[in-house]
């Protein structure tokens, strides 16, 4: 793990909870979910492809 960069398994929880919370409290759902590289050069940092995954949830169909 580098820098503050957290665990995946840690965000994910962390994204699970809010989703829950937002269900409980009858708020529309939508996740995004985006993944990226970042490469470190001499000058600074680059980007490479950009992945974007968008989820509408239905909060009905939660387990818990």
């Given at each position: ?13 962390k ?7 937002a ?42």
């Amino acid at each position: 793990m580098k820098g503050n960069r957290e665990p995946k398994a840690a965000s994910d929880r962390k994204a699970a909870k809010a989703i829950q919370k937002a269900a409980w409290r009858k708020k529309q759902v939508q996740y995004l979910h985006i993944e990226t590289s970042i490469a470190k050069t001499d000058t600074g940092s680059s980007v490479g492809e950009v992945n974007i995954s968008e989820f509408d949830i239905d909060a009905t169909k939660l387990a818990g």
